[in-house]
């Protein structure tokens, strides 16, 4: 057994990790970054980047079979070669992989130490079976694993989760997706509209995390019309039949079944701390074995252990991981100062469905509606949504009755993602509703229509 000391040992290389590893280093602080898995991130190697691969395939296969209302035709057919697009997702996505390899193989090898790291004691992690590393404080940045309902287990090699999507050498021809949530509503549509007959169950009427009655009702009308999108419905087994495997669920009192080639298994994510030895520390563990954490410093209560990015479950995105990997790498690196909280950015999320989905600020279920100016716009009749034949969705806008600030809003529509950033950073400076509607708004944009619901939100 190898014995080795650090000042900080961060345990997974991902987004948070690699971020953390950066922050301590740069702080002056000898790092050790443990990594159990393949280097090259979630987000390059199953996550962000291969999901919006195979979504702009899908796009371009939609827009190429609906250009007849423009008056233009495609004469001939729209064909689909399952193979290439495929092909295209994994070369683009191993050269994504390829930036973050060779970020990793900058750092000195003494840095980098591969295997699976677990707490013996509050100062030191075992990797494997080969090294011990004593350190002052660690982060851990662990990420998170694809929850898989105990009824898809007997799907045997017909269960699959994203990781493996982005390994195919084809598409199926038919998949049953379970969880109508962000992963499953982004691939089940995109595997949709790339000709795999697509069968989304969701057990409850949620979609896409939205939470706005009205604007979810929009949302499940835009997608019920391109594949079954079955609200309410739980798996109750899956059983494996020619080589398929067949999904039986209940729906409002009924059985029923379905057969696919495969099921997707899309209904959350579950922070990767078990098997990290955190009953061996001074950590006081909940239920499920998640440790008590300072949610403002990420620091585990009684001890010098900080937990970043999907690994705490408080914000599982991208850039947030990232804010989290910072301030964990200077908390530990300047440990035993009090630790500081992360510099949080107004609240934000994009589903890259089409039309898009997004949220800003506080969600409509957390709103005090007695204290709420709602305003909103129907994409239907905006003008250049219209233009574009983009004119589906909802947006509304929610402010705060007493002081016109803008609080949050939830859409459906066209560039959502868009909206979404002037909205964030429209939050982010504070301002009211009367502060937005004196920002220029050019003609004919989609803005305009984020104008008409801004109007709707002013507080007389
Ligand atoms: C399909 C999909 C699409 C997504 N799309 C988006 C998107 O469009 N936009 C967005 O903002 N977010 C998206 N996300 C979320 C985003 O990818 C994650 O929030 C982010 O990658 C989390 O980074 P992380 O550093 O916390 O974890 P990861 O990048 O998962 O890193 C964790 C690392 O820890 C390692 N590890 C685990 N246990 C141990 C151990 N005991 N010892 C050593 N190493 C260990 C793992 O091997 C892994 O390398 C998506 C996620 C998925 C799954
Ligand atoms: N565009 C993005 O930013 C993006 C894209 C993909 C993933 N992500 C991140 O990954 C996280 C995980 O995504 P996700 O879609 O797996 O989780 P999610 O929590 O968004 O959705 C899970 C869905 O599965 C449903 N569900 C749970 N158990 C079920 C069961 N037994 N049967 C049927 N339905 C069931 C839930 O009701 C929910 O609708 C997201 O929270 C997000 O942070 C982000």
Redesign the pocket.
């Known amino acids: 057994m190898q014995k080795r000391q650090a000042d900080v040992v961060i345990i997974g290389a991902g987004t948070a990790g690699m971020t953390a590893y950066r922050a301590a280093t740069r702080a002056g602080k000898k790092a050790i970054l443990v990594e159990g898995g393949a280097f090259g991130t979630t987000c390059a190697r199953v ?2 980047m291969p ?1 919006k691969l195979l979504i702009a395939a899908a796009d371009a296969a939609h827009q190429a079979q609906h250009t007849s209302a423009f008056g233009v035709h495609v004469d001939g057919t729209v064909r689909i070669d399952g193979k290439q697009v495929m092909q295209r997702v994994k070369s683009e996505r191993d050269r994504f992989v390829s930036f973050v390899l060779s970020d990793v193989e900058a750092f000195p090898a003494d840095d980098k130490v591969v295997g699976y790291a677990k707490f013996l004691d509050d100062q030191t992690v075992q990797v494997d079976e080969h090294t011990q590393i004593q350190a002052q404080s660690f982060v851990i940045a662990t990420g998170s694993t ?2 898989i ?1 105990k ?1 898809l287990l007997a799907a045997g090699d017909r269960l699959v989760i994203n990781d493996d999507v982005f390994e195919w050498e084809d598409l199926p021809q038919r998949i049953v997706v ?7 509503l ?1 691939l089940g549509q995109a595997l949709s509209r790339l000709g795999v007959k697509t069968t989304l ?4 009427d ?1 979609v896409g ?1 939205i939470t706005d009655p009205e604007v979810r009702e929009a949302a499940r009308a835009a997608f019920c019309c391109e594949f079954a999108l079955e609200a309410n ?3 109750t087994a899956t059983e494996l039949k020619d080589n398929q495997v067949v999904v039986h669920y209940e729906q409002n009192g009924q059985t029923h079944h379905v057969t696919a080639d495969f099921v997707l298994s ?4 579950i922070p990767n701390v078990q098997g990290l030895g955190l009953e061996n520390t001074s950590a006081e563990l909940d239920e499920k074995g998640m440790p008590l954490f300072d949610t403002e410093t990420l620091q585990i209560k009684n001890t010098a252990i900080f937990i970043a990015g999907d690994a705490n479950n408080q914000h ?2 991208l850039h947030e991981a990232a804010d989290d990997g910072y301030q964990s790498g200077m908390n530990a690196a300047h440990w035993p100062q009090a630790p500081v909280a992360v510099a949080r950015r107004a609240p934000m ?4 469905t089409d039309p898009q989905i997004m949220k800003v600020g506080c969600a409509y279920k957390d709103l005090d509606l007695a204290r709420t100016q709602i305003g909103e716009v129907n994409f239907a009749n905006q003008g250049r949504a219209r233009v574009m034949l983009k004119n589906c969705g909802r947006l509304r806008v929610y402010a705060d009755k007493e002081n016109g600030r803008f609080l949050g809003a939830e859409m459906l529509g066209p560039a959502a993602e868009h909206m979404a950033h002037l909205l964030a950073w429209c939050l982010q400076m504070e301002l009211t509703i009367e502060q937005m509607l004196a920002m220029p708004f050019y003609h004919p944009v989609l803005e305009e229509g984020l104008r008409t619901a801004l109007r709707g939100a002013r507080v007389e």
């Open positions: 996550g962000c999901s694809s929850f309902p009824a379970v969880g109508a949530g962000v992963i499953g982004e169950l969701n057990r409850s949620t995390g419905a739980t798996v899309a209904a959350g994510r599982p995105i999320g994009i589903v890259f």
